[in-house]
C-alpha cells in the first residue's frame, strides 16, 4: 500500500506533463495554419501570369491575374451572384515609343453576351461613391465566355492616374455596356482590397 501511494502522484504528474506538451503542439499547429493562412492571403492577389521581353518585338510584357492559378476558379470571381462568374487581369505593354495598358473582365455569366467597341464602355464605381469610365478596346464579338479589354489610358500620365485610383480607392460595383444594353455587377467585399493590391502591381512596374 505504501508502494502504491508514492508512485500515484507521479503518474499524476507525467499525464498532466504530457497533456500540456500536447496542448502546446496543437496550438503551434493552429498558429502555423493561421501563417500560412494569412501569408496566402497576402500571395493571392500577386500572382504574376506575365514578366517576360518579347524576343520578336523587344516589347515589355507585364500581365497579373485575380486569381490563385493559371486557370480561372469559381473562387476567382470578383463579383456577388451565382451566375455572375467575372474574373480580372491587366496586362503593360511598354517598349522605346509606346505604352499599352488595359484591364480584361473575362464574363462567364451564364448566357452569351456581344461585345461592340463603337457602343461598349465600362463606368467603375467606388465605395466612396467616385466613378472612373473606361474605354472598350476589343474587337466584335460574341460568346457565352467572353473576354473584353478596356483601355486604362491612352498616355503615361493617364494610364498612371487610372491606376492610382483602382490601387487606392475600393470597387463597390461597375457597369458594363454590351450591344444589347447594358448590366450592373456589385463587387465582392473580400476581394476589395485583393483588386487594390492587383492594380498597385501594375502602377508599380510603370513606374519603373
Known sequence: MYFSSK???????????VQKILNEIGMKHILLIMIFS???????????A?????????????????SKGKRWKTSDKITKGFFNNIFLSTKLT????QIIAFSTFNFQIGTSICRNPNEGGIIILFTDNSKSSLKQASDI??????DIEYYLGQTKSDIAKNLTKLSTQEM??????????????????????IIMKHYMLVLERLRK
Open 7 to 17: 508512485k500515484q502522484p507521479n503518474f499524476q504528474l507525467g499525464h498532466i506533463m
Open 38 to 48: 494569412i501569408c496566402g492571403n497576402i500571395i493571392y492577389p500577386q500572382r504574376v
Open 50 to 66: 506575365i514578366d517576360e521581353i518579347d524576343k520578336f518585338t523587344d516589347n515589355s510584357v507585364f500581365k497579373v491575374d485575380v
Open 94 to 97: 511598354t517598349n522605346d515609343h
Open 141 to 146: 464579338k460574341c460568346n457565352n465566355n467572353l
Open 172 to 193: 463597390d460595383s461597375f457597369r458594363v455596356y454590351f450591344s444589347e444594353g447594358y448590366k450592373d455587377f456589385s463587387v465582392t467585399e473580400n476581394k476589395r482590397e
